[in-house]
């Protein structure tokens, strides 16, 4: 165990907010996907910047865990490195941007393209964690409809997208039922991610701050797509395989080259990329100097 | 006789990194369930609770969560003073409304169904019943298949209600109201979320 400052609470939060948040987290474990409410804590950073993941993460964390912490798949983002230093502040952990090395990695918006492992825990950063409040607005009301299990309307509005654009056009935060029961919003990660959802062998945890819910999917559990016969789900297709590492079948980002419209796609998930080139892989960007 | 030094001693010696590493092997054991895990018991209860269910108490149970003993555990008041001064929590006498119950002797424990379920519209409101088995691996074989467990997963604990099968059945078709067990024996749990399915195996 590293040494870290005393003048803090291990992890930041006090003891019985830790106990509150953790038997929250074992509930949601209980029944996955079910959003468990749970008195969300003032964080030394504002709503947005991951608080709910960051109490979830500060519940589970020990001494002996190695923290990845992502947003929109890099590590080096500002969102990521200062969620990053805070750990390493207030628990003294190790940290790392190897999917591989990590025991525990706090994610906005991606998945890693690496498979996850058994003993692993993602937890996401989730802002509106409630997949029909655009259908309903009241909190009463989408608490029934998830314990009648009246889900109707939320296909009704995936096939009014079919209807309008002849696909379903929700591309991200696409929502996706667990174990055949609740319905769930997998937080803003693109619908690319939703099949590494299903049947993970890591456990996943989503903590939503400002809306104070905790839900979580246990290992090997059914997450699937909501669809129709007529039009099944599918994930974004690219082009193009990755411009710096070749990868194919990963979530691209556009990155603008220049300002005369130049631009490439390279992969969302920078250790993936890195990974790749450093084992020799290449894509047709690879060995230009980036403007 | 009430014995004030016992009631004081065997808790946490670090509470904060021990409250911890026994989370994490619940939330392990609840997230891969009926899968023994051993807990890292570093808490020394009184003779009738083993130290796993002592260090998992520890854990979880604090002034938000009452907590109900069975007969055989309400009886020592070492025991009870103990889980009072580790845990700061109330105790209830009757186990229809509390968050946690411990039981000592599983086998006469109260039906499933006499614990809170949790409502439809807030399953969380429901207890995680603590039962302290003698073994986790000599009784008879029972499987279990559901969220957590890849194809299937057989645990042998001994000393449940004789009915335990249907019970849990019942249990699990009351979903999403229903209890959690952590079945505790030595330093080592098993967890059975209510997510859990009974498997009926042929002979
Ligand atoms: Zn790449």
Redesign the pocket.
Do not use: D, K, M
């Given at each position: 165990m590293n040494a870290h400052a005393s003048n803090y609470n291990f992890a930041y939060l006090d003891e019985q907010t830790k106990r509150m948040i953790r038997r929250a987290i074992l509930k949601a474990i209980a029944v996955p996907g079910y959003q468990v409410p749970f008195a969300s804590r003032e964080m030394p950073m504002p709503y947005g910047w991951g608080t709910g993941g960051v109490q979830v993460t500060a519940s589970i964390l020990g001494p002996d865990d190695v923290l990845k912490v992502i947003d929109q798949g890099a590590d080096d983002t500002t969102n990521a490195v200062s969620i990053r230093k805070f750990f390493q502040k207030v628990a003294g952990v190790e940290t790392t941007t190897s999917t591989e090395d990590a025991t525990i990695i706090q994610t906005r918006h991606r998945i890693p393209e690496a498979p996850l492992q058994e003993g692993q825990v993602l937890v996401y950063q989730v802002p509106i964690p409630e997949p029909l409040r655009f259908l309903e607005p009241r909190e009463t009301e989408t608490r029934k409809m998830h314990a009648l299990e009246e889900y109707g309307l939320m296909h009704v509005k995936l096939y009014e997208d079919i209807a309008k654009n002849g696909h379903i056009a929700t591309t991200y935060a696409y929502p996706v039922k667990v174990e055949g029961r609740y319905v769930m919003d997998p937080s803003p990660t693109p619908k690319f991610d939703n099949p590494k959802m299903h049947m993970s062998p890591a456990l996943q945890l989503f903590g939503a701050g400002r809306e104070k819910r905790i839900y979580a999917v246990p290992p090997h559990t059914e997450v699937i797509s909501l669809d129709f016969e007529d039009h099944p789900f599918e994930v974004q297709r690219f082009d193009k395989p990755?411009a710096?590492?070749g990868?194919e079948q990963?979530y691209l980002d556009e990155v603008v080259l220049d300002d005369r419209g130049g631009r490439m796609f390279?992969?969302s998930d920078t250790h993936?990329?890195e990974s790749?080139q450093a084992a020799g892989h290449r894509?047709e960007m690879s060995g230009e100097a980036l403007s | 006789m009430l014995n004030e030094a016992t009631a004081l001693e065997g808790g946490f010696s670090n509470p904060v990194l021990n409250a911890q590493s026994v989370f994490r092997a619940v939330m392990d054991a609840m997230a891969k369930p009926a899968t023994i895990v051993e807990v890292d018991a570093v808490v020394t209860p009184p003779s009738r609770l083993d130290r796993a269910a002592g260090a998992v108490a520890c854990a979880l149970i604090d002034t938000d969560t009452p907590f109900w003993l069975d007969a055989t555990l309400a009886e020592s008041t070492a025991l009870r003073a103990w889980l009072t001064f580790h845990t700061g929590a109330r105790e209830m006498a009757t186990c229809g409304d509390v968050a946690f119950a411990l039981v000592g002797a599983p086998q006469t424990m109260p039906p499933l169904e006499r614990f809170a379920q949790g409502t439809q519209e807030y399953p969380n409101r429901s207890a995680t019943l603590i039962l302290q088995v003698p073994s986790l691996e000599s009784g008879a074989p029972l499987t279990f298949e559901g969220p957590g467990i890849r194809d299937r997963v057989v645990l042998a604990p001994r000393g449940l209600p004789q009915d335990f099968a249907a019970q849990w059945k019942a249990n699990r078709k009351r979903f999403p109201r229903g209890v959690d067990l952590i079945l505790t024996t030595g330093d080592a749990i098993a967890c059975l979320p209510r997510s859990a399915r009974l498997v009926e195996m042929e002979g």
């Open positions: 990755c710096l590492c990868a990963v390279v992969c993936h990329c790749r894509g | -």
